[in-house]
């Protein structure tokens, strides 16, 4: 780390603190050239993730869109909001640890259809009907024969 008042090159560390719940670390230096002492922080570099859309549009990830298109499917039905974001958690997971800077919306669809099958299977069918967009009530059908054969 270079030193801001000789441009010295060494320094050391001589406290280290987490600041923001530890999403970053704040760390006392000592240059050890000239002795005097400075701050530094380190923060966690995130990766931007960007959503394409099955038009072919491109938009930055935005973890409310999956968390409202979830509460939607879940509307009266018995689902806590607290499991709602466990589902969104597990998603956001999946989604960063792909290292991927692009992710599909089909994929995205995906992953929240399997999350919603094992809460609640009523759910489930809203939400694929919609992301499906069952065009009648034969691919209605299909889908839900599906789900009751792998019952």
Known sequence: MKCPYCDFFESKVVDSRPIDDGQAIRRRREC????????????IEEIP????KKDGNRQAYNRNKILNG???????RPVSIQQM?????DIEKTLFNSMEKEITTNYIGEL????????DEVSYVRFASVYRQFKDLNTFMDELE????EK
């Open 32 to 43: 050890t050239k000239c002795g005097k002492r400075f701050t530094t922080y380190e923060n």
């Open 49 to 52: 993730l960007i959503v394409i």
């Open 70 to 76: 979830i509460i939607r499917a879940c509307e009266k």
């Open 85 to 89: 974001e466990e589902i969104v958690d």
């Open 112 to 119: 929240i259809m399997n999350k919603l099958k094992n809460v």
């Open 146 to 149: 599906k789900l009751l054969r």
